[in-house]
């Protein structure tokens, strides 16, 4: 009776012929479900730990009412996805591995399996991220029950964002330690997740507007996460009165998600929004000190770190790297040290660096990324900002963010 109850409240609250607000319903809320299409049936189911961390995701992408992905995450963090295909079958599997403290990518591997069916895993692909811009990959093929060696290279995992003048990981884990903690808000907002755990409906009516749109600042781990679905480093972005030019600019860069992408490309902004909502993505603001001490954490070498810089120097807005898989790098487009930099220039920058930490299957960026703008990436950022956007994203950039589909 309870569920039922509960179905009723949220088809009650949470249906709007807003065709972009169940897109909203999965970043700003933590509804254990989530109707995704407006169709009355759920397409994705969130579980919690007992204390509130995520535990795992699964989605039905295909709305065949069973869910096609897994998610399962250790200490909030992402570690391992699973794909099913239409007959409940295991096609593929995404293990990420992390070093201690869930900060740095140390590998990841992917196994699929060659029939149309699914099946046992005949093939793996491996990227180690020993340190550096570029990853190894290398390719497995199985054959009498034995990993067969294939082809190996390397793979760069540093973009840059050009703009007019950065991103580590953002564990789910961290978000709900903010609600726990004293204070005002926090405690609202971990009473209105707990009513929710509890799936007490009559309480959960009166906890809606708590449940929604929550800021709360973390003050052991000096981090404020927004209701946009990022966080913000404090320690780095430390000047409160340029800090609302952040807020508000991930805010446009979420709106353009579940709004503009939702009516250009509604697969892609779906898959945006699960991983800004998997990620949290955490938006760090660089000046030259800390540029140093992130590219020693990122374990460049001294040749690759003096290359970075020399980019940056020529008025790179941020960067992203595969190796810290949720974080944002904010450099020439840093409002701490950037005075000038307004929300509605800063949004796009942080809209095409969650593009590439979303590291979508096939990817939207191309090889040339960093030395071109005629990808996906570029694209999106200029159909959703044509007017703080270069003036030299061509028109093919726009449409290889509209022709996006997601692959197998």
């Known amino acids: 009776m309870r569920n039922i109850l509960l179905s009723v ?4 609250f949470f249906s709007t012929p807003s065709a972009w607000a169940d897109i909203e319903d999965l970043v700003y809320t933590y509804l254990p479900e989530v109707d995704m299409d407006g169709d009355g049936k759920t397409d994705v189911w969130r579980e919690y730990e007992d204390h509130g961390i995520l535990k795992r995701i699964r989605y039905d992408n295909n709305h065949d009412g069973r869910a096609d992905v897994e998610v399962s995450f250790s200490e909030g963090v992402a570690i391992e996805y699973r794909f099913f295909r239409h007959n409940g079958g295991l096609s593929r599997k995404e293990n990420l591995n992390f070093k201690a403290g869930k900060q740095k990518l140390v590998s990841k591997e992917i196994f699929w399996s060659s029939s149309k069916d699914a099946g046992p895993f005949d093939n793996r692909a491996l990227w180690e991220f020993s340190g550096g811009a570029k990853a190894r990959v290398s390719l497995f093929k199985k054959s009498g029950g034995v990993w067969i060696p294939g082809k190996q290279g390397f793979e760069t995992i540093f973009y840059f964002n050009n703009g007019h003048g950065l991103p580590n990981p953002a564990p789910a884990d961290k978000y709900f330690e903010c609600l726990s903690m004293k204070g005002k808000q926090c405690q609202e907002c971990e009473r209105a997740h707990q009513d929710l755990l509890n799936k007490d409906a009559g309480r959960f009516i009166g906890n809606l507007q708590k449940i929604q749109r929550i800021t709360c600042k973390n003050t052991r781990d000096n981090m404020l996460f927004l209701e946009s679905g990022y966080r913000v480093d404090l320690k780095t972005c430390s000047n409160t009165g340029r800090l609302d030019v952040i807020v508000k600019a991930a805010e446009a860069s979420t709106n353009a998600v579940v709004k503009c992408l939702h009516s250009f490309n509604v697969q892609l902004a779906l898959a945006l929004a699960q991983k800004i909502m998997e990620k949290r993505p955490l938006i760090k603001c660089l000046n030259e000190q800390d540029i140093d001490r992130e590219l020693q954490v990122l374990e460049f070498s001294g040749e690759e770190q003096n290359e970075i810089k020399q980019n940056l120097a020529s008025h790179r807005a941020a960067f992203y790297s595969k190796s810290t898989p949720q974080v944002v790098y904010l450099v020439g487009h840093n409002p701490m040290t950037n005075s000038g930099i ?24 191309a090889a040339d990324h960093n030395t071109s ?4 990436v570029y694209g999106c950022e200029k159909h959703c900002f044509p007017r703080n956007s270069g003036a030299n994203i061509p028109s093919s950039a726009i449409h290889k963010c509209k022709n996006w589909k997601p692959g197998p």
């Not at 409240?9 to 009650?12: I, S, T, Y």
């Not at 703008?373 to 996906?376: A, I, M, R, S, V």
């Open 342 to 365: 307004t929300p509605s220039e800063l949004a796009p920058t942080i809209f095409h660096e969650t593009i590439h930490a979303a590291e979508l299957n096939p990817q939207l960026e």
């Open 373 to 376: 703008t005629n990808d996906g």
């Open 9 to 12: 409240v949220f088809a009650l």
